[in-house]
């Protein structure tokens, strides 16, 4: 992080709250390599941290009141919000995170009284990227640097997950905030969502002579719709049916009377394996194998999870056909980010053709991803 962009949040936050903040944190965005939808099913996710990163200027308060100010977002103005006001009805849109940390923060008894935030960053918004809980993570890791709370990476992960379910509305399970909190530059973080144990796996594409693309489709969604809720849903009731907690505790893919249902245990299953196989692949140093595991990894959520799109199937596809290793639709899905493994002395041609297949959309944008560190106080 440069010296002018901590300079350009100082001066921002005196800018609107007329006094200097007693910080600065960050949090970064993720990509997840492998293991989609597999966080609230209890399994396994391989994610790294990117460089993108939320930024947060911050000083504390102790009049109860929660002032929010987002570069990104300057036509909302300053929002003031009182924190015993906070209900999850109470903020939209962006505001309703850094809202839902404060909110669980107080509901567990963490005594916050307030704060002034800055808000500012690069992570794309709607990219599957990860930029919600990017924020969540550096307002979280912010408000326990204030208050001296002392919460450890998998408790602050936990509070910004809880900001997002419960305030925010989004089921999502744990794997974006754990990227963002606990992730370390040059490695993946392989973690066991059941139990957050998790191991750093060495991820140096530059050394192996590869690179990772992440091409951002441009098409946007939203998970709040519903349709991410749906498929967590159908998962916690096929785990029902088969008298399991989770999909997760199956051992090979199941058969239920309603085919939706079948076809979400299979790809929790076979998705549980791929992670694992991938780091297998990752420990050995076959990147090819890394590769073939992707491409399967994407055939697997298009036709057994049923949450790519057209665009980021042909963005997937293209660059397979121009010398990818392998590439998939990363994040939540219903659009966002696909990522295409390739060797270095491919990646320019590999990013030219994504760019210029028309998708019906504004052209991908294409950026190399390098992993990054995770959550941590700047200034």
């Known amino acids: ?81 009182g924190l015993p006001d906070l209900e999850p009805a109470a903020a939209h849109g962006w505001s309703a995170y850094p809202a839902g940390v404060a909110w669980t923060l107080r509901l567990e008894g963490h005594p916050v009284s307030g704060a002034d935030l800055y808000i500012d960053g690069d992570v794309p918004v709607g990219a599957g990227l990860s930029s919600s809980a990017s924020l969540e993570c550096a307002v979280a890791i912010a408000l326990d640097d204030l208050y001296g709370l002392g919460l450890a990476p998998a408790d602050l992960a936990r509070i910004a997950r809880r900001a997002e379910n419960e305030f925010a509305g989004v089921p999502c399970g744990i794997l974006d905030q754990m990227a963002s909190v606990a992730c370390r530059a040059g490695h993946g973080l392989f973690l066991d969502t059941r139990d957050l144990s998790s191991r750093h796996v060495p991820m140096d594409f530059e050394a192996a002579g590869t690179r990772l693309l992440v091409i951002d489709t441009h098409v946007k969604h939203d998970l709040g719709d519903g ?20 999909l997760r505790d199956l051992t090979a893919p199941a058969r239920l009377p309603d085919p939706v249902l079948t076809r979400l245990v299979r790809h929790a299953v076979t998705e549980n394996a791929r992670v694992l196989a991938t780091v297998e692949a990752l420990d050995a140093g076959d990147w090819e194998r890394v590769g073939a595991i992707l491409h399967d990894g994407h055939a697997s959520i298009r036709d057994d999870f049923q949450i790519t799109c057209p665009e980021t199937d042909l963005v997937a596809a293209t660059a397979e056909r121009h010398g990818a290793l392998g590439a998939r639709q990363t994040g939540g899905g219903f659009g966002g980010s ?42």
């Not at 992080?1 to 007329?18: C, P, S, V």
């Not at 991410?228 to 989770?246: F, I, M, P, W």
């Open 1 to 81: 992080m440069t010296g002018d962009r901590l300079l350009e949040m100082q001066t921002g936050f005196n800018t609107i709250f007329h006094q200097d903040p007693h910080g600065i944190w960050a949090a970064p965005g993720r990509v997840n390599l492998i293991g989609e939808h597999t966080d609230y099913n209890a399994g396994y996710v391989l994610p790294l941290a990117l460089p993108h990163t939320t930024l947060v200027a911050a000083r504390p308060r102790t009049d109860g009141r929660l002032r929010v100010f987002s570069a990104t977002h300057s036509e909302d103005g300053l929002l003031d919000l």
């Open 227 to 246: 349709a991410y809720g749906e498929l967590r849903a159908g998962c916690e009731e096929a785990a029902r049916l088969l008298g399991v907690e989770h």
């Open 338 to 379: 696909v990522i295409a493994l390739v060797r270095t002395q491919d990646a320019d041609r590999v990013a030219r053709a994504v760019i210029e297949t028309p998708t019906g959309h504004p052209s991908p944008t294409v950026f190399t991803a390098v992993a990054g560190p995770g959550a941590r106080r700047l200034k």
